[in-house]
């Protein structure tokens, strides 16, 4: 800056931009903590400051994300009304697709952050100033954010009185639960319409995990869930006794992909009660009788091969041919998932009949037994494509590419081709917004995508390599 504090044209505006933030974070953490010495050599005393300062100055950076994002939003939104577009939801879920691909986290917790920022920056200023000045986390913010969904306007003021100091000296945890109570308190709308409403958005989310397995997430009725839980742990209850290994956390798994699978295994643990089968009262045990789902296993083996009938989706499993013929132990590829075990592979395609088989050339990787490109996408391709993509191609989209669409990259109607190097699965809204011609696809190699986002801002994504 020049003395009449002016930007100096001399200097990278991104070097100003980091100036101002380290003056902002010498404000939030005292001037006397930027030049203190390394954690490395820091007291007990010391080090637990450092900790709280630390933290201080990530709430600050979060409510500089918080105005960054909403900036974002009202920029998008001016440029669709420039176009002669109503921005809308559109706006919104073209602000999450861009902050998604700056920031490399899910669309979904991007439209997240879109509409915390939105609410934070209009409606709650005393939650944003709190994050600002570092007295609460996002955590905190994100919790009154939340709760206050349905409070009038002019009550939000008295809300965010209430919620803020108990968010500077409480976990999140308990500020959403006295967050929750305050909102039914204050809440215009009685809580058994509301509760009606809410049931409309009840879900089933799965998320894969490392190392073979997976998360299902239930959101349903609290007493569902309840009633739930309590019989996955009386049925579970039912099954211990002398010999059975397994721990009630194992059994209670155990049990509800039993009962979710179609399983009833005919056989018992040592020394435990035996198993109906199906129709004959499996999901009715009580303690000490039969008919309990899930018996039979041990503590790691969670489901047995005759336990494949009960999956009857039609996904892909990739298998290198030597892992089949059980020469080599090369991981196949589950689709939807990722990598599995080869013993795994093996079962999957020996007991599942659902699943289609593609195999995989031990050398190069390469699929066998496609077709050749043709203006109608054959089934073969079809199926080789799909493996390749495994999910929508957008930059970060995990939807997968069996509930994706197949797209030309180049438009058919713009002498694009039918072929494996110009067709790309993309989800319905990721093939919505480039037909909307707010973003572009380009495939410089066969399977290699080129995205463009409105911002003029560059992404590519790969294809992941064949297993084997």
């Not at 509409?115 to 919790?143: E, F, K, N, V």
């Not at 669409?405 to 919505?432: I, Q, V, Y």
């Amino acid at each position: 800056m020049d003395r009449a504090g002016t930007p100096d044209a001399g200097v990278d505006p991104t070097q100003r931009q980091g100036a101002l933030w380290l003056e902002a974070a010498a404000g939030i953490l005292g001037a006397g903590f930027l030049a203190g010495g390394p954690a490395e050599t820091a007291s007990l005393e010391e080090a637990l400051g450092g900790l709280e300062a630390m933290a201080r100055l990530k709430n600050w950076a979060d409510a500089q994300t918080v105005r960054f994002t909403e900036r974002v939003r009202v920029l998008t939104a001016e440029r669709l009304e420039q176009r002669g577009m109503h921005p809308g939801s559109l706006a919104d879920t073209l602000t999450a697709s861009e902050v998604a691909c700056a920031l490399r986290i899910p669309e979904r917790t991007a439209g997240t952050l879109v509409q915390h920022a939105y609410l934070l920056t209009g409606h709650l200023p005393a939650t944003l100033t709190a994050l600002d000045t570092g007295t609460i986390s996002w955590r905190h913010a994100a919790t009154i954010v939340e709760e206050c969904a349905g409070i009038p306007d002019f009550a939000l003021p008295y809300f965010e009185q209430k919620l803020i100091p108990l968010a500077q000296d409480t976990t999140a945890a308990r500020l959403a639960h006295r967050a929750r109570r305050l909102r039914t308190e204050m809440h215009p709308e009685p809580l058994s319409k509301r509760t009606e409403s809410a049931q409309k958005n009840r879900r089933v989310d799965y998320r894969p995990d490392d190392d073979g397995m997976a998360w299902l997430n239930v959101y349903l009725p609290a007493e569902q869930a309840v009633a739930i839980d309590g019989r996955l742990t009386r049925l579970s209850r039912a099954l211990q006794c002398p010999g059975e290994a397994r721990t009630l956390t194992q059994l209670r798994t155990d049990v509800l992909t039993d009962l979710l699978t179609h399983t009833c295994p005919a056989h018992t643990a040592p020394g435990g009660p035996g198993i109906a089968p199906a129709g004959a009262g499996a999901a009715g045990a009580t303690p000490g009788g039969a008919g309990a789902a899930g018996a039979g296993r041990g503590p790691g083996r969670p489901v047995e091969p005759h336990g494949w009938n009960g999956i009857q989706a039609q996904v892909h499993v990739t298998v290198p041919v030597l892992t089949l013929l059980d020469v080599d132990d090369a991981p196949g590829e589950l689709e939807g998932y990722g990598p599995i075990a080869p013993d795994l592979a093996r079962r999957l395609a020996a007991h599942a009949p659902s699943f289609t088989r593609l195999l995989t050339h031990p050398e190069t990787g390469a699929v066998l037994s496609v077709g050749r490109d043709t203006y109608t996408v054959p089934a073969d391709l079809k199926k080789w494509l799909r493996v390749r993509d495994r999910t929508c191609r957008h930059p970060g989209c995990n939807r997968s590419a069996a509930a994706a669409e197949l797209d030309h990259t180049l438009p058919w109607s713009r002498a694009g081709t039918t072929a494996h190097n110009n067709l790309a699965h993309l989800c319905r809204r990721h093939h919505m917004l480039k037909s909307q011609g707010l973003w572009h696809y380009e495939q410089p190699q066969p399977g290699n995508i080129t995205a463009t986002s409105p911002a003029g801002r560059t992404y590519q994504t790969l294809p992941e390599p064949a297993p084997g």
